[in-house]
């Protein structure tokens, strides 16, 4: 009842009852239960052609999830509802050692737990950069110098005594987008998502399941080589994926051509990017000429990844989708799907504007209520 509720925002019991072919009986049982839970309300009635109008159900709103986004320049907090609603935020600039930025997310999780009560899930979900091990809460290998096994969960359930979920940012927006996104990623069975970042991260999910790998390194086709040979050695693969296609390439070649050595300065990739694709909107030929060779590189490394896996929904998140109608065209010229019109691929671009991956943070403490349906663990509800 509550995945179809955190799919569908209103629904009646004879919705529930004909979508999971329970009797209505058993679903208003069951909704009575919810209800009590706080995790279910009504809101108001439907419209009804003939006979008494039902009630409207959809997840209770009040009921909120903490969680925060490391990312390497920005780390950002908020606060989530049921389906996925960012209710409030906050971002501070990201230390430098692991330690220090995990304790000012602790003390604003301590300051939001103070103020939401029991409205609040308890526990955090953390989505970090890089290698993570989910099963652990370990930061294996993450994208800042020195931020190598890094067991978050440890530092931070000693600091606020609450569970802790720790995932990695492509994998936590990967599950915002299943989750919270359109029907038709919902209905996918091998669903692919692409942040386009500082490098290039993919997160796949099989069949309704994140794909983590042996190792918890599923996904990083960013180190797959698709050119004889790149640009810069940034990278530990020369001709990679992320080598030819990231924001900081997206910087270095509209540096190239358009003789702004700004755009190729260190720092805050995406925030330079972000102005790059604003210059393509506007028309800026350099701009256009750069994101689109970007853009076509992107293609060639999805195109391998979807006749690989046999995805059927891509969704690409990241600044270069701010002109999509630029990158779009070109992007699905890689995939090479006019020989078999049969095979049809749902590109699109996210539709959280860059929060993708903090959603999913916030919405980890969920993660067993959705599962089981059971609401022990909610914050000031008794059982």
Same mark, same amino acid.
């Given at each position: ?11 009646s019991?004879?919705?529930?009852a004909?979508?999971?072919?329970l009797?209505?009986? *058993?679903v ?8 009590s ?10 419209n ?11 997840l ?6 903490i969680?925060?986004?490391i ?10 509802t049921?389906?996925g ?6 971002? =501070?600039?990201?230390?430098a050692?692991?330690e220090? *930025?995990l304790?000012?997310?602790a003390?604003t999780?301590k300051?939001?737990?103070?103020r939401?009560?029991?409205?609040r899930?308890?526990?955090? @979900?953390?989505?970090a950069?890089?290698?993570v ?9 993450g994208n ?7 067991p ?7 600091k606020i005594?609450e569970?802790v979920?720790?995932?990695?940012? !492509? ?10 996104g359109?029907a ?7 669903f692919?998502?692409?942040k ?10 099989l ?8 190792r918890?390194?599923?996904?990083? =086709? ?5 050119? *004889?040979s790149?640009s810069? @050695?940034?990278r /530990?693969?020369s ?7 990231s ?9 190239a ?5 700004r755009s190729? &300065?260190?720092?805050d *990739?995406f925030?330079?990017a ?17 994101l689109?060779?970007t ?16 995805? /059927?929904? !891509?969704?690409?998140d990241?600044a270069i ?9 070109v ?16 590109l699109?671009p996210s539709g959280? @504007? ?6 999913g943070?916030?919405t980890?403490? =969920? ?12 914050a000031?509800? &008794?059982?």
């Amino acid at each position: 009842m509550l995945q179809l509720l955190r799919h569908n925002e209103h629904m009646s019991r004879a919705d529930l009852a004909r979508q999971s072919g329970l009797s209505e009986g *058993t679903v208003s049982r069951m909704m009575t239960d919810l209800i009590s839970d706080a995790l279910v309300c009504e809101d108001g009635a439907e419209n009804s052609t003939g006979g008494r109008p039902g009630r409207r159900l959809q997840l209770e709103p009040k009921r909120v999830a903490i969680g925060a986004e490391i990312q390497n320049w920005e780390t950002r907090v908020a606060a989530c509802t049921m389906r996925g609603r960012v209710v409030e935020s906050r971002r =501070f600039r990201t230390p430098a050692s692991a330690e220090e *930025t995990l304790e000012l997310i602790a003390d604003t999780f301590k300051d939001c737990r103070r103020r939401l009560g029991a409205d609040r899930v308890p526990g955090i @979900g953390i989505s970090a950069r890089g290698i993570v091990n989910s099963d652990r809460g370990l930061l294996v290998h993450g994208n800042r110098p020195g931020w190598v096994q890094v067991p978050i969960r440890k530092i931070l359930e000693t600091k606020i005594q609450e569970p802790v979920y720790v995932e990695n940012n !492509v994998r936590a927006a990967a599950l915002a987008e299943y989750n919270y996104g359109s029907a038709e990623v919902y209905a996918s069975r091998v669903f692919l998502l692409v942040k386009v970042d500082e490098g290039i991260g993919m997160a796949i999910i099989l069949e309704g399941q994140l794909h983590y790998g042996p190792r918890m390194a599923a996904g990083e =086709f960013g180190e797959m080589v698709i050119a *004889t040979s790149g640009s810069a @050695g940034r990278r /530990d693969r020369s001709g990679c994926l992320e080598e030819l296609s990231s924001n900081p390439a997206l910087c270095e070649r509209y540096a190239a051509v358009s003789e702004d050595r700004r755009s190729s &300065a260190s720092g805050d *990739t995406f925030a330079r990017a972000r102005r790059i694709v604003q210059a393509a909107v506007d028309g800026d030929r350099a701009a256009v000429d750069s994101l689109t060779e970007t853009a076509g590189w992107l293609g060639i490394g999805i195109s391998n990844v979807v006749w690989g896996l046999d995805v /059927d929904v !891509v969704v690409i998140d990241g600044a270069i989708t701010d002109a999509w109608h630029l990158i779009e065209p070109v992007i699905r010229k890689q995939l090479h799907m006019e020989s078999q019109p049969e095979i049809n691929v749902l590109l699109r671009p996210s539709g959280f @504007g860059g929060d993708a991956a903090l959603i999913g943070a916030a919405t980890l403490p =969920f993660s067993s209520v959705f599962a089981t349906g059971r609401s022990h663990q909610l914050a000031g509800v &008794a059982k």
